[in-house]
Structures are given as structure tokens and as C-alpha cells.
């Protein structure tokens, strides 16, 4: 039976089963018919006849060999069959003449985005100039099953042979042409040297060479194959006396490895399978070839052969740990032993250098300093300026994907400045990403320091203050004096608790006016420590501001195009300049904070 049921069958069943096969085969007994009604070849063997059990549908069939569009429930597969395949290098249809939005912004196609494209990368997208703009492509999607995907020649196109027939007919045919000049040329010099009759002979051997090569005779052929093309490269070699082909797989300007050290006592060269795992040359850094071991211990050959060990060491400790059974497992089990390790011998040298000290000397240098060198030539100004900047594109090489992009006018990228956890340009310090940029940022103004010979008019101003003040207290008490006095002896009472109150506030009035004008005193002695170190243009500055104090006008009153009042006419010197650029913050300087 063409079933898969492999009940027990006694001796008498299995008998009378082969002999009704044989009768089958002879052709007295009508075959098997499937369940659609077809007849079941009886020669078919029983391997193929029989279904497994998973496929047996218990009466005799051979629909267990046939593909099938519907599994078990009767729906239908979602894999494609053998052969479908997907378009390559087909459109569909023309290219559009603007840039689509969602399109790739290098080429303009819709079927993939930038990231994905495998044109060249433009200079300017096709985004921003709208020009060459390529088609789409033809995306279809293909579900094989698991056969299909693991099908090396699916898909493949025999037309596509075609082309490589030809271009190697069109090879032979040029060599043949060539081969054919060149002894045409030949025979052609002989025959100004030889008589007529050696002309004729060459011009006649020409004649056939020539019609030999337009006929393609396998002579012409051999002695092309066996002396190579003109520039000396050997394709092919083929023997006169057989049919086959020997093709030379070396190249012969390769050493071969037992040629590096002709000693009998080097490195050992085995020649069944061509290996010499040692190295030949074992005295010299500088070798081409240091033996087939040196790639395995190289990379992370070595690290593989770490993990093997301790697999190893662990089995033989009693722990259940295989590099190749349980990889994953063994690996988390290597990074802790190796953590482990770390660990302790951290410790120990904490132990050692808590014992003996000289911790002092085991402080590597600041990563500003180690990662800062290069061999790159810079020249700095003794203010920190750099004399020649380097271009951008000299001091580090640039990729595929969009660096040094300034946007609203900014000179500076986002985020090369940070300030209180916040990230911002560099240029202008704006914390705001969409921000225009407005220049550098102003320095904040120092407070001008005031002198004991020359006061500002701030202090004047303040100490003016306190001198009106003063004399409004004093009349304030005269007038209070004189109240006591001419008051009436009824009222002497409530009026000397108001005049104690009075007092009382006189006096926290005038303690206060005393610390403040000692607080303003300390203060300008400490501005006039610092004045004294300073320059005689800050004195100079001091002075012509006073003088012109008067012309001072209120910020609010200022014009438009006015400059802030009173500094119309200062003059900035060299002085000033030299200054400013002594004391100014420079933030790219590699040694701004050491720390």
C-alpha cells in the first residue's frame, strides 16, 4: 500500500502482502488508486510510496510528494514559489521634475530615504537644487518559504550568461587578430632582406596565417594558450598531448614558504598541507611572513583562546562550563572571574600602598594633556591667540554625514558651549537652539575704583547725601529741644516718653547712617587697593568722565545710533587692547582648566 500505517503484521499478512505487490508489478492485479482515482505506480519504491506520519491521511496516496498552495487548515501559503524573484535595476516609469516631500534628499527618489541611498553623495542634494532627480525603483516584496531562501541560484537569469559568452569570444577573436598581425609584420620585415622568392614565400605564409586566424584554427589557439597574452600573463596552459586543461592556480611572483629560510633546522614546512606554522625568520621585527601561527594570535584570537582555557580550568575545578555547548554562559562566567581578578589585586595594591605609601607617584598626568598632544604645528601669541589657524579640513578628516553646518549666522555649532547644565553655541553663548546669532557676548563692566585724591562722582554724590542728612537730623533735634522747653508742665510727662521714643529712633537713624558711611569707606579702600595696581589710562578714563559728567544724558534719551553717553570720544589704544586680550576668557585654550 501506498499508506504510511505500519501496523504489526503477522507472518501470514507480511506473505500475502508481497505477494500482492508482486502480482502488481507483474500486471495480473490492477494498481492503487489515490483518493482523486489516479493510479499508483507499483514500481514506485516503498520509501517514496509510504508517508510519514505526520502527512498520513490513512488510505494509499502520493500527495505527501506534491506541492501543496493550502496547508493542514486549508488556507493558503504566504511564501511565493521557486523562481519568483525581484526586480533589479528596473523603474517605474520616468523621473519626476521637482522634489517630492518624503523623498531621499541625496538623489529625490520615494522608494528609499538618504540614509539608504546608493548613489554617489552629492555636494548639494537634490533637496536644495531640484536637479537630477532619479526615478523610483521597483520595490516588490518576495516571501520564500525555507527552501527558496536557501536556494543559491534562485532568481538567477540564464540570459544573463549570455553576455559573458560573448565577451569572451570577442576576446579570443582579438587575440587571434593580434597573433595574425604580428606574424604578418614579421614575415613582412623578411622580405626586404631575402630575394623575390623569399617575398613571395612570406607574402604567401601571411596570406594563410591570416586566413588561418579569420577560420579560428586550433593550432593558432594552442601556441596563443601555451606563450600567454602580449603582457606576459600566463591565463591558461594546455597540454598537446591530452585534452585537458591544467590551469596554474599560484602566482609565481609569490615566495613560496619554504623558500624564506633554506636552514634545515628553521621552521617546519609541511608540505601535504602546505602550511609552516612557525615562523622562518624569528630574529627579524620587520618580516613579510612570520609563519600561519601569527594570524591566530593576533586580534581576538587571543581572547578565544582565554575564554577555551578557563573553560577548561573550570571543568577541571568541577564546574559545568563549555566554549562551545553554552557560549553565552561561559563568557558571563569569564567577565566575572576576570572582575574578580581586578578586583583583588586593586585591593591588594591599596593594602600595599596604605602600608608603605608613595601613591604620590603612581598619579598619571591630566587627560587634557595626554589626549591633547599631537604632532600637528600650531603657533600661539602671548595673549593665547593662534598666529596661523588651521583650516578644518586639515586637522581631522571628514565623513559622509554633515559637520560644521552654522545656521542664523552663527560661526559656532550646538553645543560646543555648556553653562549650568545647559548646552548652547559657542559664538554668542544663546542657550536656545533656533536662536539668531547677535555676536559675542559683551563683558560684564567692572565697578570703577575710586581713589582718596580724586573720588568719583558716585561717592561725591553719596557723600553729599550724607552730609544733608546729617544737618536735617541736627535741625530736627534743635527743633525738638526748643519744643521741650515751651511745653506746659501738664503734658511733661507723655511728652518726655515722646521724646525718648524720639531719641531712641534719632539714634538708630544716625547708628545706621555711621555704618553705612563706615561700610563705604572699607569698600573704597579695598577699590582703592586695586586702583593702585592699576594702569595710569584707567586714572586718566576716571578723570575725563568726571569732567564730563554734566553731559551725561539719561540711557532712555540716548538716540538710536548714539553710543552709550559720555564715551563718544574715548580713545582706545594699544594699551587697551593688550589689556583686554591679557584678560579676556579664551575658551577653546586646552589649558583653560587643567583641572
Known amino acids: 500500500m501506498a499508506s504510511s500505517s505500519r501496523q504489526w503484521k503477522s507472518r501470514d499478512e507480511f506473505k500475502k502482502a508481497k505477494e500482492l505487490e508482486e502480482a502488481r508489478k507483474a500486471g495480473s492485479v490492477a494498481p492503487e488508486q489515490d483518493e482523486e482515482g489516479n493510479d499508483i505506480n507499483p514500481h514506485i519504491p516503498a520509501y517514496i510510496r509510504q508517508a510519514p506520519w505526520y502527512l498520513d491521511i490513512g488510505q494509499p496516496s502520493l500527495k505527501h510528494q506534491r506541492y501543496d498552495e493550502f496547508d493542514v487548515n486549508n488556507q493558503r501559503h504566504s511564501h511565493d514559489r521557486m523562481g519568483v524573484w525581484y526586480a533589479r535595476g528596473q523603474t517605474a516609469g520616468p523621473a519626476a521634475t521637482k522634489f517630492r516631500p518624503g523623498a531621499c534628499t541625496n538623489?529625490?527618489?520615494?522608494?528609499?530615504?538618504?540614509?539608504?541611498?546608493?548613489?554617489?553623495?552629492?555636494?548639494?542634494?537634490?533637496?536644495?537644487?531640484?536637479?537630477?532627480?532619479?526615478?523610483?525603483?521597483?520595490v516588490k516584496e518576495v516571501h520564500l518559504d525555507y527552501a527558496g531562501q536557501r536556494?543559491?541560484?534562485?532568481?538567477?537569469?540564464?540570459?544573463?550568461?549570455?553576455?559573458?559568452?560573448e565577451l569572451y569570444e570577442k576576446t579570443d577573436r582579438e587575440r587571434m587578430r593580434l597573433k595574425a598581425e604580428e606574424q604578418a609584420k614579421k614575415f613582412l620585415e623578411t622580405q626586404s632582406t631575402e630575394g623575390s622568392e623569399a617575398a613571395a614565400a612570406a607574402e604567401k605564409k601571411a596570406e594563410e596565417a591570416a586566413s588561418a586566424a579569420a577560420a579560428g584554427e586550433d593550432e593558432q589557439e594552442d601556441d596563443f594558450l601555451e606563450s600567454g597574452d602580449a603582457e606576459g600573463r600566463a591565463f591558461q596552459k594546455k597540454d598537446s598531448k591530452s585534452t585537458a586543461t591544467v590551469r596554474n592556480l599560484r602566482i609565481r611572483e609569490d615566495t613560496a614558504k619554504y623558500l624564506y629560510n633554506l636552514n634545515p633546522d628553521s621552521a617546519y614546512y609541511d608540505a601535504k598541507t602546505r602550511s609552516m606554522r612557525g615562523n622562518p625568520h624569528p630574529e627579524k621585527e620587520d618580516a613579510t611572513f612570520k609563519g600561519d601561527n601569527f594570524v591566530k594570535m593576533t586580534g581576538e584570537a587571543q581572547e578565544f583562546y582565554r575564554l577555551q582555557k578557563f573553560a577548561w580550568e573550570a571543568e577541571q575545578r568541577g564546574e559545568t562550563h563549555h566554549a562551545q555547548a553554552v557560549p553565552s554562559l561561559t563568557l558571563q562566567a569569564y567577565q566575572q572571574a576576570v572582575k574578580q581578578t581586578e578586583s583583588q589585586v586593586d585591593e591588594k595594591k591599596k593594602d600595599i600602598l596604605a602600608e608603605y605609601g608613595g601613591a604620590e607617584h603612581l598619579d598619571a598626568a591630566p587627560p587634557e594633556l595626554i589626549l591633547a598632544q599631537t604632532e600637528q604645528f600650531v603657533e600661539y601669541t602671548p595673549d593665547g591667540r593662534i598666529v596661523q589657524p588651521v583650516a578644518p579640513g586639515d586637522s581631522m578628516p571628514r565623513?559622509?554625514?554633515?559637520?560644521?553646518?552654522?545656521?542664523?549666522?552663527?560661526?559656532?555649532?550646538?553645543?560646543?558651549?555648556?553653562?549650568?547644565?545647559?548646552?548652547?553655541?559657542?559664538?554668542?553663548?544663546?542657550?536656545?537652539?533656533?536662536?539668531?546669532?547677535t555676536g559675542p557676548p559683551k563683558p560684564t563692566p567692572k565697578a570703577p575704583v575710586a581713589s582718596e585724591a580724586d573720588p568719583t562722582p558716585a561717592v561725591a554724590e553719596s557723600s553729599s547725601r550724607l552730609s544733608t542728612s546729617s544737618e536735617a537730623i541736627n535741625q530736627k533735634k534743635r527743633s525738638a529741644e526748643s519744643a521741650d522747653s515751651g511745653s506746659s508742665s501738664d503734658s511733661d510727662s507723655d511728652s518726655r516718653d515722646k521724646r525718648r521714643k524720639h531719641k531712641k529712633r534719632k539714634h538708630k537713624k544716625e547708628k545706621k547712617h555711621k555704618k553705612d558711611k563706615k561700610h563705604k569707606s572699607s569698600s573704597s579702600s579695598r577699590k582703592r587697593k586695586r586702583s593702585d595696581d592699576s594702569d595710569d589710562d584707567d586714572e586718566r578714563r576716571r578723570k575725563r568722565r568726571s569732567d564730563k559728567d554734566d553731559k551725561v544724558l539719561d540711557e532712555r534719551k540716548r538716540k538710536y545710533n548714539a553710543s552709550s553717553g559720555g564715551y563718544d570720544d574715548v580713545q582706545v589704544t594699544e594699551k587697551d587692547i593688550e589689556k583686554y586680550q591679557r584678560d579676556r576668557d579664551i575658551w577653546d585654550d586646552p589649558m583653560r582648566n587643567p583641572n
Open 107 to 138: 538623489c529625490g527618489a520615494m522608494t528609499h530615504q538618504a540614509k539608504f541611498c546608493t548613489e554617489r553623495p552629492r555636494k548639494m542634494g537634490a533637496k536644495f537644487t531640484g536637479e537630477d532627480i532619479r526615478p523610483d525603483e521597483v
Open 151 to 165: 536556494d543559491g541560484w534562485n532568481g538567477y537569469d540564464a540570459d544573463d550568461y549570455k553576455r559573458v559568452i
Open 399 to 437: 565623513s559622509k554625514y554633515d559637520e560644521d553646518v552654522y545656521w542664523s549666522n552663527h560661526t559656532s555649532v550646538w553645543g560646543s558651549y555648556w553653562h549650568e547644565g545647559k548646552w548652547g553655541y559657542a559664538c554668542c553663548h544663546q542657550m536656545v537652539k533656533n536662536s539668531y546669532c
